[in-house]
């Protein structure tokens, strides 16, 4: 078989393995009726989403904020204020809370990036709660009462539906948009550079890349994605207040992709998948017995992580037998040299073109 022919092959069963994937998810809400367990799935996708957000900043660039809740606060907070005292038209808001998103944690995070380690982590728990705390005593946000979006019939153009599907399936375009924007990012120069500057920072400088620059551009990312997402979530259950910021939820956000794999892009959707459906049957059927056994659970899931398996479940993948399993049973993937050779010959054909 010559190297094209093989390429293709691989590519194509790769293809129809991630095409039944998605008919899968796009199937569930005609198979599944139970509104509670389209709400799950809801959840899977925007605190994934969330995930993925925390991710380009802690698992690609390594500066680990916990304050990535604060960012989906403002944001959240953005379209309920701005829909309600002017009436503007959701979708309209939804990039305006991007935008404002992104100029707060710019302007914040720009001077604490000579903080490395343990203080970045501290400053960003430090915003997290004083933004809480300025909206709990601001009369203008509402205080801790909060503030709600107005109910009424179903709109795609007001984002309002009664049903839980129209969210599912926004939730999962959603969550795609942001994997393939942040797949993307990871192959480009940006993703390369952010990179350099998690393995060694001093390293990245000596050969001309700004830390600075960057980590500002991955914080920016950061809270754009976090600011839909809290559109998102605003529209979702019409309703926010400040417990929205609490720390708990910034610790949400964070460990789908440590368990999944914070070097990997696809991390937080392999551990948003896992965690939260579980994390959601514990607390359905055991609160009762013991209340916060699902944070209970995140905490034990995180200390195993750490210490047997610092990469994550898709660090374990990548070196286990079902994945050789997969690559040459399943999707007859060619070798790295085959690759290599493809990849030569595709940068030979551009360069005469």
Same mark, same amino acid.
């Given at each position: 078989m010559d190297i094209k022919k093989a390429v293709g092959v691989y590519h194509r069963n790769l293809l129809i393995a991630i095409g039944a994937l998605l008919a899968v998810f796009i199937a569930i809400p005609m198979i599944v009726k139970t509104p509670y367990i389209i709400n799950i799935f809801v959840l899977v996708f925007y605190i994934?989403?969330?995930s993925m957000a925390w991710n380009i900043l802690?698992? %690609?660039?390594?500066?680990n904020s916990l304050g990535l809740a604060a960012y989906m606060g403002i944001g959240a907070y953005t379209v309920c204020l701005v829909v309600t005292k002017l009436n503007w038209n959701p979708w309209a808001v939804s990039i305006l809370a991007m935008l404002v998103t992104a100029f707060i944690a710019g302007v914040i995070f720009f001077p604490c990036f000579i903080l490395q380690g343990p203080y970045f982590t501290l400053v960003s728990i430090a915003f997290a709660e004083s933004m809480r705390q300025f909206i709990i005593n601001s009369e203008f946000f509402g205080r801790a009462s909060g503030v709600g979006l107005p109910f009424g019939p179903d709109s795609f153009l007001q984002f309002r539906f009664t049903s839980k599907v129209p969210y599912y399936y926004a939730g999962l375009i959603m969550m795609i948009a942001v994997y393939a924007i942040m797949k993307k990012i990871d192959n480009t120069k940006i993703g390369y550079a952010l990179k350099t500057i998690r393995e060694d920072e001093d390293a990245a400088a000596a050969i001309g890349i700004n830390p600075t620059k960057y980590k500002v551009i991955a914080v920016v990312i950061s809270a %754009? $994605?976090?600011g839909f $997402?809290? @559109? @998102?979530?605003a529209s979702y259950i019409r309703y926010i207040d400040p417990d929205l910021m609490v720390q708990a939820k910034s610790t949400e956000f964070v460990l789908p992709a440590v368990v999944g794999g914070a070097a @990997? $892009?696809?991390?937080?959707l392999v551990g948003g998948l896992i965690m939260i459906p579980l994390s959601e049957f /514990?607390?359905?059927n055991y609160a009762r017995v013991l209340p916060g056994i699902n944070m209970i659970m995140y905490a034990i899931v995180l200390l195993v992580v750490i210490r047997f398996r610092p990469s994550g479940i898709l660090g374990w993948y %990548?070196?286990?037998?079902f994945k050789? @399993?997969?690559?040459?049973?399943? /999707?007859?993937?060619p070798s790295l040299d085959v690759l290599e050779q493809y990849e030569l010959m595709n940068y030979g054909s551009r360069k005469e073109a």
């Amino acid at each position: 078989m010559d190297i094209k022919k093989a390429v293709g092959v691989y590519h194509r069963n790769l293809l129809i393995a991630i095409g039944a994937l998605l008919a899968v998810f796009i199937a569930i809400p005609m198979i599944v009726k139970t509104p509670y367990i389209i709400n799950i799935f809801v959840l899977v996708f925007y605190i994934s989403t969330m995930s993925m957000a925390w991710n380009i900043l802690g698992g %690609m660039t390594g500066q680990n904020s916990l304050g990535l809740a604060a960012y989906m606060g403002i944001g959240a907070y953005t379209v309920c204020l701005v829909v309600t005292k002017l009436n503007w038209n959701p979708w309209a808001v939804s990039i305006l809370a991007m935008l404002v998103t992104a100029f707060i944690a710019g302007v914040i995070f720009f001077p604490c990036f000579i903080l490395q380690g343990p203080y970045f982590t501290l400053v960003s728990i430090a915003f997290a709660e004083s933004m809480r705390q300025f909206i709990i005593n601001s009369e203008f946000f509402g205080r801790a009462s909060g503030v709600g979006l107005p109910f009424g019939p179903d709109s795609f153009l007001q984002f309002r539906f009664t049903s839980k599907v129209p969210y599912y399936y926004a939730g999962l375009i959603m969550m795609i948009a942001v994997y393939a924007i942040m797949k993307k990012i990871d192959n480009t120069k940006i993703g390369y550079a952010l990179k350099t500057i998690r393995e060694d920072e001093d390293a990245a400088a000596a050969i001309g890349i700004n830390p600075t620059k960057y980590k500002v551009i991955a914080v920016v990312i950061s809270a %754009m $994605v976090a600011g839909f $997402v809290g @559109f @998102f979530y605003a529209s979702y259950i019409r309703y926010i207040d400040p417990d929205l910021m609490v720390q708990a939820k910034s610790t949400e956000f964070v460990l789908p992709a440590v368990v999944g794999g914070a070097a @990997f $892009v696809e991390g937080p959707l392999v551990g948003g998948l896992i965690m939260i459906p579980l994390s959601e049957f /514990l607390r359905a059927n055991y609160a009762r017995v013991l209340p916060g056994i699902n944070m209970i659970m995140y905490a034990i899931v995180l200390l195993v992580v750490i210490r047997f398996r610092p990469s994550g479940i898709l660090g374990w993948y %990548m070196e286990s037998k079902f994945k050789k @399993f997969i690559d040459e049973k399943i /999707l007859k993937k060619p070798s790295l040299d085959v690759l290599e050779q493809y990849e030569l010959m595709n940068y030979g054909s551009r360069k005469e073109a």
